[in-house]
């Protein structure tokens, strides 16, 4: 089996787990906010040697910056889609049917780039699609936090909201 086809297996596996994971109540920490997309950073260039010669041309430049402004804009879109809630133990956040409708969105937007950039001349490699989604996790994950760290001043009295409570009182747009 190719090297670069098994890249691709495991990485759609750990997409696929990752978008999962986004629609269950989870508590919005730290952790959740750097970890995935520092691994997706650091194993980018570390499993793709040929990243930094092929991003060594004008066009290849424009079309990973066009990728990371799909990832920025999409991982916005999709933060936006996601309640967010104060409970006694912390702030909890979850991901519903639209979450999972952008994330099929942001990857139909992602492979639309590679193709226009395929017909440019522009080849792409693990390395690029593994930054975008290190981006673009990053970018949803630091609106979540940022909205949560309003939440956080909540009081300490404050009853937990259940989810359907939350969705009718718009709290999702915290």
């Not at 996790?137 to 937990?160: V, Y």
């Amino acid at each position: 089996m190719q090297t670069g086809l098994l890249y691709g297996i495991v990485g759609l596996a750990v997409v696929g787990w990752a978008i999962s994971r986004q629609v269950v109540r989870r508590p919005v920490t730290p952790k959740r906010l750097f970890v995935l997309p520092a691994v997706f950073a650091v194993l980018a260039p570390l499993t793709d040697h040929e990243l930094g010669h092929r991003l060594g041309s004008p066009a290849a430049m424009g079309f990973f910056a066009l990728g990371v402004a799909v990832a920025v804009g999409m991982g916005a879109a999709r933060s936006a889609t996601m309640r967010v809630w104060w409970t006694p133990a912390g702030v909890l956040s979850q991901g519903g049917g639209r979450t999972v409708l952008l994330w099929l969105v942001t990857i139909a937007f992602r492979v639309a780039v590679l193709l226009i950039g395929a017909q440019f001349g522009v080849g792409e490699g693990s390395g690029e699609v593994m930054l975008f989604v290190a981006i673009t996790i990053a970018t949803q994950n630091a609106l979540l936090f940022r909205r949560a760290g309003r939440l956080s001043q909540a009081p300490a009295t404050a009853p937990e909201a259940p989810v359907a409570a939350a969705d009718a009182a718009g709290d999702r747009a915290w």
